[in-house]
């Protein structure tokens, strides 16, 4: 299984709503990571999970609140969002952070934000 | 600063060849990933290189010069589902991967 799921694929909700994106991966990769890209942009890191500890926040605003709650899952919740977060939302996993170990990216969410 | 440089997009004929160039400046480099991204989809890994020269794998083979800071991906026997945008990213001196913006590709019949 090289496969990295996420859902849901299309999420639309307006500036008060609560919504989590999530992410699961049965690979045994023990990185975790959370990227926003815009269109024709490339991905722009926004968390990193490494053994279920964030060891990187690419200084992101406190309306995006990840989690990881095991290996092999990662939550991304989002509260109070701006029509700029609208973008798609990749979660990827590698066999560890910190090293050349290749990222493989699930197939995204894309946020739309009223 | 980093800096990865690709062409913004690039036209090229089905059946033909062509080279997408990468060149970057990066604190340290411990390898250069392409990856292969579909509109409104996420990116599917290519390649992975941290050693000098071409690697012939398939239709796509990765180029490597580390003393110049640069590499290409030579796309041959192009199909129309090869157009997409093309990904550079290089790992640097923290292990922080770095994404260029992406090269077009666009294939014409």
């Known amino acids: 299984d090289t496969e990295v799921t996420q859902t849901p694929k299309h999420l639309v909700m307006g500036m008060t709503n609560k919504k989590s994106l999530k992410c699961e991966q049965h690979?045994?990769?023990?990185?975790m990571y959370w990227y926003k890209q815009k269109a024709k942009k490339p991905p722009e890191l926004m968390f990193v999970?490494?053994?279920?500890?964030?060891?990187i926040n690419e200084s992101v605003p406190s309306r995006f609140s990840p989690e990881c709650p095991n290996s092999s899952l990662l939550n991304l919740h989002l509260h109070a969002l701006q029509p700029e977060d609208s973008a798609l939302y990749l979660c990827?996993?590698?066999?560890?952070?910190?090293?050349?170990?290749?990222?493989?990216f699930g197939p995204g969410t894309r946020l739309t934000v009223l | 600063g980093q800096n990865i440089d690709q062409p913004t997009e690039m036209t090229a004929t089905e059946g033909a060849i062509v080279q997408i160039n990468c060149t970057y400046q990066?604190?340290?480099?411990?390898?250069l990933f392409w990856y292969q991204q579909h509109a409104g989809e996420a990116p599917t890994f290519l390649s992975y290189?941290?050693l000098d020269g071409l690697e012939e794998k398939g239709r796509f083979s990765p180029f490597l010069s580390r003393s110049k800071g640069y590499s290409y991906l030579l796309l041959k026997e192009l199909q129309m589902k090869d157009s997409a945008s093309y990904l550079c990213?290089?790992?640097?001196?923290?292990?922080?991967?770095?994404w260029g913006a992406g090269t077009k590709l666009i294939i014409k019949p």
């Open positions: 990827a996993s590698s066999l560890g952070q910190g090293d050349t170990d290749t990222q493989y």
């Open positions: 690979m045994g990769h023990r990185a």
């Open positions: 999970y490494s053994y279920e500890k964030l060891s």
């Open positions: 990066t604190s340290g480099f411990n390898g």
């Open positions: 290189n941290v």
């Open positions: 990213a290089v790992i640097d001196s923290n292990y922080q991967l770095i």
